[in-house]
């Protein structure tokens, strides 16, 4: 059974239905809080959900990036560990050093919440589900600053969105992997597409990538 | 006058006769600080001094009912051992003042009434009202206020699923917000901010105090706005992030029983929290106002009626304290203890070891005099005179017109800037006729929406009571949820000046009859009052937030035409142009409405849902049968072939409103089972068509009328953005 | 304690679209000349110490500016 520790700042918002969704794959979810200096005992994965960690004050995920909790996701990333940053996760992510980039404000100046169509760009992470590249996946968005910048030379996309690039996001990139593959950030919620309920089920072939 | 000359208490609002009132009561002159609290407690804002008694007419009971009006929100058992928490309350004179902070602070300020129940917030509504879109003045107004709505409530992870906008010159100087606010808890662990037990520690935790709102809320929404700049800077600025850890904090400490009572401090701060929970608990308290953690140096009074947001007080057993604190140092929250609950019923605070304040609490609670407003009757309303309405030469073209008015089109612009998915839990996204959420941990489901008929209210007020009910829970019923609470958001004008206080009176009459017939009861509210300036009041504006049930979550249904060759079937029958969208101004005398047939038609909807018979369902609304149709169409795909019977004339068929009314499809197989459901009903069941194509095609005696749905889409998608282009 | 002034702007060469919504902005209120628009932040810091300029510049490096997206300036108050 694979032990998920899905990291929880202050102003973190989406940990609940990130955890809901591991455990719907059948793993157990457990919480890492950001002061502590250790992953829980038993952690095969990390997951850092999306929210407003420190109300996005100063610059989104910059202060958690700096948070006790991160050394040791780096050291797991490091020894290969499976990583996976959604939203503020992915902006942390990139604020630690652990992806390049960083998350800008939209090109909209407004805050997008929208069903979005991700394209495969690279098949070959565990982050896709085993969809081949061009495959789509039915994935929404919520942010204010969703906008990758970056030298795409120096990124290994996994996703782009298809169909428009609202965020104005470099290359139309939504979620990127480290060259390894271990370590994935996207800016769209896979947790919100796991119930079909919801209208997609898309997102496990992403949140999958932890399990796998 | 110069301020120099003005007496305190009438600077402060009271009038003459409640100012000699005071010192009857007490025994003696008030201190100063006492005399401020007298003037925020017995604003209109703080104590319902001219609605109380229009306010008992409202039907507040039933069998689900955990808590009706009175606390901070009403509760609905929901079953399943789950309640759910609901309330509606406006911002609308700070938000006229500064659109984005009050706009802000009015979400903050509902969230944190649903968290002193205790209960999680799981979706957030909101009900603008502002002037036409040709004015840059109401196109600032609405998009700061949007700006700050998303800004807030996105911030603090909570879903805003839904709501509506209206736009009317009326409310072009008094522009009207008003936030909506469910939580989850418990059936059993419902907080209320009774204090209890001599002894028990008073404890303030969240933000420090400042100079926020000194005199805000409880002054401005007693008064009608002027050009006075003085009332700027009263106006508080919101902090969503701390939000957010307060409710995480309070929930943690909820859950683990830590809490005596709970209260959040709102209008007119320490002052009102502080006395309500004494009074609701027979209780008195002691307060050392040297213990209140502040920003800047504040007097005794400022720290009494500060409005500094995101703080909550509540009470807590003497070994439980430590715990408290704790756990909001955990959160990165202050929290001192300021008080303690002591035997009789006196409030007092000391500052710098001299009692300030000792007066009974229910003094400043509920001795508030009471008044009656006048009841002028507006003339009858006179029936259009249709005749001298020219009848466009291009049906086609006014549809598309209508589909591309502001009041009408896509809310898309909107909804897009709230984070509405949140939680995982939104079943029913924004757009429909109202959003679905499911209950954490049930198979059942929420429906939420917001309506009001202003136009109606304003005409012919008991029948825009009515309406404004029964809109609400057709929107409800459309996507087959039974109605089973309200809580209603009054928006008024200043009731003593001509027909307002008749309106009032009537419009709640209208309402309660509505309200007793649908058994649904109102367990929360508010009041908004003097809401117009010199040149204008608004149109009176009673908000209905109606929750329904869903006994399982993925049985909803959607107002999307599904699949060609389904059968379109109107329910109900009338309509007319009168009040109506298309008419586009507040003239003529709305259909009268026919409460047994309407709740009868409700009810038939809602039967149908649950046995599985309804492919789509969409109430007839704003714009009549021809928007209900396009909408029904532009959201499937498809168009129609519909036939409808001749009226007075052709535009009246097709954008005539009233009637309580839906459009609905089934399948052709399931048609004999739904007639069978409809029999020895008192409302029409029609079948007007069938789905297919790619237009509507509506043919009306000789009038044959169609729009693509292609066209139609490109409309009602372009009207919001143009309007603000 | 010495009051230090950090200022950080977008990069040169980076899009700001706040800077650029604000500049269309103002030529629709009348300022038809003005140039170029950029947005930034200004952050007021009391340092302790003998070298504030110092330590505020490793606070940028740390945690104030992105040094991706962003340029610093430190500067007594």
Known sequence: MTTVAVVRFPGSLDHDSAARAVEGLGATAVEAWHADDALPAGTDAVLIPGGFSYGDHLRCGAIASRSHIMGAIARHAAEGGRVLGICNGFQVLCEAGLLPGALRRNATLSFVCRQMNLEVADAGTPWTGGRPEGALLSVPVKNNEGAWYGDPATARPVLRYAGGNPLGSVEAIAGIANTEGNVMGLMPHPEEACDPLLGSTDGEAIIGGLLR | MSSEAVPLHRRLGLTDDEAALIPELLGREPTDPELVMFSLMWSEHCSYKHSKPLLRGFPTTGPRVLQGPGENAGVIDVGDGLAVALKIESHNHPSAVEPFEGAATGVGGIVRDIMAMGARPIALLDSLRFGSLESARSRHLFTRAVAGIGHYGNCIGVPTVGGEVAFDDRYEESCLVNAMCVGVLPAGRVLRAAASGPGNALVLYGNRTGRDGIGGASVLASAELDDDEDKRPSVQVGDPFTERKLMDCSLELADAGAFVALQDLGAAGLTSSASEMASKGGVGLEIDLDLVPLRESLTPAEILVSESQERMLCVVEPGRVDEVIATCRKWDLDATVIGRVTEGDRLVARFGGEVVVDLPARLLADDAPVYGVPQDPAPAPVPLAIDGIPQPADLAGAWRDLLGHPNVGSRRWIYERYDHLVGANTVRRPGGDAAVVRLPGSARAIALATDCAERWCELDPRNGGRASVLEAARNVAAVGARPVAATDCLNFPNPEKGSTGWRLAEAIAGMAEALTALEVPIVSGNVSLYNESAQRAILPTPVVGMMGLLERADRSVGQAFVADDDVVILIGEGGRLDASEYLGRTEGAPEPVDVRREVAAIDLVIRAAEAGLLRSAHDVAGGGLGVALAESAIAGGRGARLTLASGRRDDEVLFGEGGGRFVITVRPDDIEVLMALTADLPVAVTRIGVVGGDALTVTIGDTRVSLTVAEARDAHERALPEALA | ?77
């Open chain 3, 1 to 77: 304690m010495t009051q230090v002034v950090v200022t950080v702007m977008p990069r040169a060469g980076v899009l700001d679209p706040q800077g650029q919504a604000v500049r269309g902005a103002l030529t629709q209120l009348g300022f038809a000349d003005v140039g170029e628009v950029r947005i930034g932040k200004r952050i007021e810091l009391d340092i302790p110490g003998a070298d504030p300029e110092g330590t505020a510049r490793e606070m940028c490096e740390k945690l104030l500016a992105n040094a991706l997206i962003e340029d610093y300036r430190v500067e007594r108050a």
